[in-house]
């Protein structure tokens, strides 16, 4: 008797890589640019890495299969080194991401002393999700996404009023620059989703794997969009205080004042907490999967990349 | 395999939420003194002259009167000791996050408010939306906390919305902390709305005949204020976006 399979759509797993990106973008402190134009120049310059470095696993992805099996399948060596590289840089991640999204709640939910606890919270939830498997995380991702999505339009609209002609007048500043290498290299040390897109490839349903490439591809535009919107949606926002902002898109909810709230950056702490211990289970599944699938049955594997 | 781990989880996280979530770093609301108004004059030293809020001297309703908020000033050589003493008076723990405006005076030409104000935001956990406004050379911010606004659920919304009028009619910026912080990281100067002390018409503060009208402004750069500029030329500036 066989396990069934669990099948995702490749909607979900946009979802779930956009989300993941969003996260990191909310819960890891900003440390380095100044001015918009360094930061914006380290979006685009990182995304475009990190997208060419992923080329290998979307050009192997028009064909919808694992790409670990299929480079075990090649060489048994180099199959289980990759994907053993993969499952440690994913976990590597995972735990860096849980404990940014703790040091995240604790700084601004008032809960200093709490570090420690929200971090053991955040590693039963990460690994709860993760032993949910697959299809709990998409259907998951799609659920945590909207009130991301919602909580970040509601932010931008409310805060769009602030946004005057000095707002443009700083955008023009160009600086010195001096901070970019090492806010594109911050940058890259926070990625991570087109890992998750190769772990998850297998599970996407067969009537939608000839769509794996255009997901990697939209996920790709959308990622970089996102990341650049927050970006400059800050920096019009922040002004010049945006480089002295841990977290600007927490900045930018505590003057978000809507009807019902005077600020909302307590709702937004709340969500991107959340997601970023999503994020962080996201990537621990991802990490187990890779090496369970070349390590466990290697044979299935090597016959479906024949 | 699987339930037995989602039952083991669902129960660590029931046991933790039950035996610490909430408990660590806890405050009541009525253990919270919250900051309506924040006035800060500096000579040798801080003076912070809080307006809190205050459910009413007991009463279970709120009362739309000048009994909703207690005034309670504090010295020290830092905005953070300053606000410390606030606590002690008080007994209670300071609360920013809801201060509706902060108000600059005497001695702020000679030092730099700068690090008072980022100690506000980064430590206090001000809002960046939160309005900022002076009084005249010499003056004390603390008069504006002596007033006894009856206008408002509590005496710090009269002036707040003095400076939102003021700015609706053209006639007086408003200015906020994001303005003060952002302009000076970037070294640009801003424009605050002055305050000065008055006597008009009668009802406006439980002393009757005082009140405080708006009256020019200033700027604010490099962390100083300069001298104060008069409602003709601020209503200029305005126009010219300065």
């Known amino acids: 008797m066989t396990e ?30 100044q001015t918009a134009f360094e930061a ?27 790409v670990f099996g299929a480079l075990c399948g090649k060489s048994k060596i180099l199959g289980r080194a990759c994907a053993a590289a993969a499952a440690a840089l994913l976990t590597a991640a995972s735990a860096w991401t849980l404990f940014a999204m703790s040091r995240f709640a604790a700084d601004n939910m008032l809960a200093e002393n709490a570090l420690w606890l929200i971090f053991a919270l955040a590693v039963i939830f990460a690994v709860y999700a993760a ?12 659920l945590f996404l909207v009130p991301a999505a919602v909580i970040a339009v509601t932010v931008m609209i409310a805060d769009a009023p602030h946004i005057t002609r000095k707002s443009f007048e700083s955008l ?16 890259l040390t926070r990625g991570g989703e087109y890992l998750i897109f190769a772990a998850m490839m297998p599970y996407v349903s067969r009537k939608q794997s000839g769509t794996l490439r255009n997901t990697a591809s939209a996920f790709a535009a959308a990622s970089a969009a996102a990341a650049l919107a927050v970006c400059l949606f800050g920096c019009l926002v922040l002004r010049e205080l945006y480089g002295r902002c841990e977290y600007p898109m927490l900045a930018i909810a505590s003057i978000a004042d809507i009807l019902l709230f005077k600020r909302l950056d307590g709702a937004a702490a709340a969500v991107w907490a959340l997601c970023g211990a999503f994020r962080g289970g996201v990537m621990l599944w991802a990490a187990g999967d890779v090496l369970v699938r070349v390590f466990k049955s290697p044979e299935p594997r090597e016959k479906e990349a024949a | 395999m699987k339930n037995a781990l989602e039952i083991i989880a669902a129960v660590l996280i029931l046991l933790i939420c039950a035996g610490f979530g909430g408990c660590t770093d806890r405050t009541e609301l009525g253990n919270r003194a919250i900051i309506q108004a924040l006035a800060v004059d500096h000579t040798d030293c801080y003076r912070v002259s809080a307006l809190m809020f205050s459910s009413g001297g007991g009463s279970d309703r709120i009362d739309a009167s000048q009994d909703n908020v207690i005034k309670v000033t504090g010295e020290g050589r830092t905005i953070s000791e300053a606000l410390n003493e606030v606590s002690l008076i008080d007994g209670k723990r300071v609360y920013m996050s809801e201060t509706k405006l902060l108000i600059l005076g005497g001695g702020f030409e000679r030092e730099s408010a ?15 939306g939160m309005p900022v406004c002076c009084v005249g050379r010499g003056d004390r911010a603390e008069f504006v906390t002596d007033l006894k606004f009856t206008e408002g659920i509590t005496s710090a919304e009269k002036p707040l919305s003095l400076i939102e009028n003021g700015h609706r009619m053209g006639v007086s910026p408003k200015t906020t902390l994001l303005d003060l912080l952002a302009d000076s990281a970037g070294g640009k100067a801003s424009l605050l709305p002055m305050l000065k002390e008055a006597k008009n018409g009668r009802g406006m503060t439980a002393d009757d005949d005082r009140t405080a009208v708006l009256c020019g402004s200033r700027v604010f750069e490099n962390g100083l204020l300069g001298a104060p500029i008069n409602e003709k030329e601020t209503a200029s500036l305005m126009r010219r976006g300065k």
């Open chain 1, 131 to 142: 032993a949910r498997g697959a299809e709990a995380l998409a259907r998951s991702g799609v």
């Open chain 1, 4 to 33: 069934k399979t669990p099948r995702i759509s490749a909607s979900q797993l946009f979802c779930v890589l956009l989300l993941s990106r969003l996260s990191a973008e909310a819960v890891y402190p900003r440390t380095a640019s």
């Open chain 2, 114 to 128: 700068l690090d008072m104000l980022e100690t506000l935001y980064y430590d206090m956990r001000c809002s960046l």
């Open chain 1, 40 to 66: 914006a120049a380290a979006v685009v310059i990182s995304e475009l890495i990190r997208f060419l470095a992923a080329l290998p696993i979307i050009a192997y992805s028009s064909r919808g299969t694992d």
């Open chain 1, 172 to 187: 023009r500043e160009l600086g010195s620059n001096s901070r970019l290498l090492s806010d594109i290299l911050e940058r």
